[in-house]
């Protein structure tokens, strides 16, 4: 495979939620132009193999569309069909008995995503998974090939560490996603995590997870009508776009008293 330009993320920012780049949410986003035109460098250096390994990634990310039918905010999902198994397994933090479970969408460059990550997921957290009353659970929806590459080392990391990475990526989002080195920088951040360069190329191989990222992104988009990040999912009830604190308030409180 040839080489290709580094792929900076491309996505828009579109009011309060995350969509892919070219056109509104919910239709199919060009490709961008600069993938058009291989550039080549020595394949021994390291910033080769980078480049290629995320170009390998990008074979089908670079034009991720989503095919599904937006549904409207409010829409009340099936639990049994929101819950049946996908292709990577769940990853709930939380009690099984929590009265309420909460399932996000999320794309890891997402800026959103990120806010919520950093603002509100500590208050629902404290106030409401760690006190038995919520069960949350996080699902891949990557936007963009780089987004894919943060999921995919985060899944590599190990089920005991998916949370923390997913952490790690969110609050440092603004040095690896919106750099001039998105790959470069990336391996260096989850470095600290314990993600050497070797398990870095190794786990941005993995077709097999690549493709199964892919498959929780394209069910919920095709049957739950997922266009942008963040969405979630309460008891099976939609709400996108920025939660703040107290907008998940509102949400829970009457839930948990019904």
């Not at 070219?22 to 993938?35: F, I, L, T, V, Y």
């Not at 599904?68 to 009340?76: I, S």
């Not at 990336?186 to 398990?199: N, P, R, S, T, W």
């Not at 703040?244 to 509102?250: M, Q």
Request: glycine share 6%; aromatic share 8%.
């Amino acid at each position: 495979m040839k080489p290709a330009p580094a792929l900076a993320p491309f996505f828009r920012r579109a009011g309060v939620v995350c969509a892919p780049s070219g056109k509104p949410a919910g239709s199919r986003p060009r490709m961008d132009e600069r993938m058009k035109t291989p550039i080549k460098m020595p394949a021994t250096s390291r910033r080769a193999f980078l480049l290629t390994a995320l170009a390998a990634i990008a074979l089908g990310g670079a034009m991720f569309g989503h095919h599904g039918r937006a549904h409207a905010e409010g829409t009340q999902i099936p639990v049994e069909q929101l819950m049946a198994p996908e292709a990577l397994p769940d990853l709930p933090v939380g009690s099984a008995d929590a009265p309420v479970t909460i399932v996000e969408y999320v794309s890891m460059t997402c800026s959103h995503c990120a806010a919520f990550y950093q603002t509100t997921y500590p208050v629902l957290k404290a106030k409401y998974i760690d006190t038995g009353k919520v069960r949350f659970i996080l699902r891949e929806f990557p936007l963009d090939p780089l987004a894919t590459a943060g999921f995919m080392l985060a899944r590599c990391a190990g089920d005991d560490k998916r949370e923390a990475i997913v952490d790690l990526l969110f609050a440092q989002q603004k040095n690896w996603a919106f750099t001039d080195k998105p790959v470069e920088s990336l391996a260096m951040l989850v470095k600290q995590a314990g993600i050497g360069q070797e398990k870095f190329e190794t786990c941005l191989k993995d077709q097999d997870l690549y493709d199964k990222i892919n498959k929780v992104r394209d069910r919920a988009s095709e049957k739950f009508g997922v266009t942008a990040t963040p969405t979630f999912y309460f008891n099976g009830q939609k709400q996108s776009g920025e939660m703040t604190p107290e907008s998940l308030e509102k949400i829970l409180e009457p839930l948990l008293k019904s």
